[in-house]
């Protein structure tokens, strides 16, 4: 982190109407405490992860149940010995979500530095995990907003009043945003200023920024891979699914990946696979340095932990990536997958390519590989196919690989 504090701003406020008057769904038992007390707790062992020492909280409240929340959320035994330690403000939010923020925004208004990064979340998120806190943490930083974000499973239209559809939207197109969603302080503050009183009614903090390019300098808010379990309950029947997820804990799991990767061969580049240089008058080309087996083995990775993909992780269009070396690429999203408590049981890896010849290197290749991902080198192993001359890859103009991996999780 460029500095040594992390801002959280938690919303619970808000009436929990649409739980049909089963309680308030923040103070909702859920392991050893509450559903807001898990939400605050998935922020604390972040700050431990990225060494952040100091670290602001403010909770937005129902009016006039500011003390009753504190109660609720210290009953939490995991918290309660933390009680006087930690930095955690109870405010009275507003009567809307845009509102509540605005009120937190402007308490933390001269309490911290204009750079920091300030994390906005649903206090009805309590399974966000640390290793999503630090992916949105590390893009606000370099980009001044980011948002957590997962490709709609079902397709999308636009209906008019009349519920016919009007427009049939692209599903790769979409994104469903969760939260939390990180900014630049100084500069949301200033934007959640304007949208005060603009009359608008703005749905999500990342609106607001880009309504005001004029204070965001044109920066748009970068997306990062979101996580399926970090729900928002909202209806009764969420808290048996979401009490399942906690009940899963102790259990074992275990998940398959599959990653694919093509790029085509031009002169002048180098030839890299599994992060190993091999001697040949063409290259792949590509943003990065077009290492088609690493990349095959992070999309697999990264689709058996559910973390997203690799252009999600490393956009094409991103400046910062090009030529970037692909063992740091992904040296970063094995550290996720870990962070997220997943475990290499194996990969297997197919390389298909017509020349140069790949046996004499696989030993190499797959010692760079075991090397990256901290496994031992029976847990890895790479093969290579020709394609008996047929296609792009069998008329040496390009080269693919395959990846299958086997990851395990303890919980």
Request: glycine share 8%; charged share 25%.
């Amino acid at each position: 982190m460029k500095n040594n504090s992390l801002a959280v701003v938690i919303l619970a406020a808000g009436s929990s109407s649409r739980m049909g008057g089963t309680g308030k769904k923040e103070f909702r038992s859920l392991g050893k405490g509450t559903v807001l007390s898990s939400s605050l707790k998935a922020f604390l062992n972040a700050a431990e992860q990225i060494h952040v020492s100091f670290m602001t909280t403010v909770i937005c409240c129902i009016p006039g149940l500011e003390e009753q929340t504190r109660d609720i959320l210290f009953s939490d035994p995991d918290l309660k010995e933390k009680k006087e330690s930690l930095k955690i403000n109870f405010i009275a939010g507003g009567k809307s979500r845009q509102e509540s923020v605005y009120l937190a925004l402007s308490f933390l208004n001269n309490r911290i530095p204009d750079d920091t990064i300030v994390h906005i979340h649903d206090g009805a998120r309590p399974y966000l995990t640390p290793a999503l806190i630090v992916r949105i943490t590390d893009a606000a930083e370099n980009h001044g907003a980011a948002v957590p974000g997962l490709v709609p499973v079902d397709t999308q239209k636009v209906v008019d009043k009349e519920g016919q559809i009007e427009c049939h939207l692209k599903r790769e197109e979409l994104i469903a945003v969760q939260t939390p969603q990180a900014f630049e302080f100084g500069t949301i503050l200033k934007c959640h200023d304007l949208a005060k009183d603009s009359g608008n009614v703005f749905t999500d903090d990342s609106e607001i920024w880009d309504a005001y390019p004029e204070l965001t300098g044109s920066r748009k808010v970068r997306v990062v891979s979101g996580e399926a379990e970090n729900i928002k309950i909202t209806f009764p029947k969420d808290i048996p699914d979401a009490q399942d997820i906690l009940q899963n804990k102790g259990e074992h799991m275990i998940r398959i990946g599959f990653g694919t990767d093509l790029h085509v061969l031009k002169e002048g580049r180098k030839f890299v696979v599994g992060g190993v240089e091999i001697p040949f008058e063409k290259g792949e080309d590509g943003h990065s340095d077009g290492d088609v087996l690493l990349h095959a083995i992070s999309d697999a990775l990264l689709g058996a932990s559910g973390l997203g993909d690799i252009g999600s992780y490393f956009p094409p269009e991103d400046p910062e990536w090009k030529d970037a070396d692909s063992k740091v690429l992904l040296k970063k999203i094995w550290n996720d997958v870990k962070a997220n408590g997943w475990s290499l049981v194996n990969l297997d890896a197919v390389l298909e390519l017509e020349k140069p010849k790949f046996l004499p290197y696989r030993m190499q290749v797959i010692k760079s590989i075991a090397q990256i991902l901290e496994v031992k080198e029976e847990q890895v192993f790479v093969k290579a196919k020709t394609n008996e001359k047929q296609d792009a890859v069998g008329a040496g103009l390009a080269v693919k690989a395959y990846c299958t991996c086997l990851l395990e999780k303890n919980f």
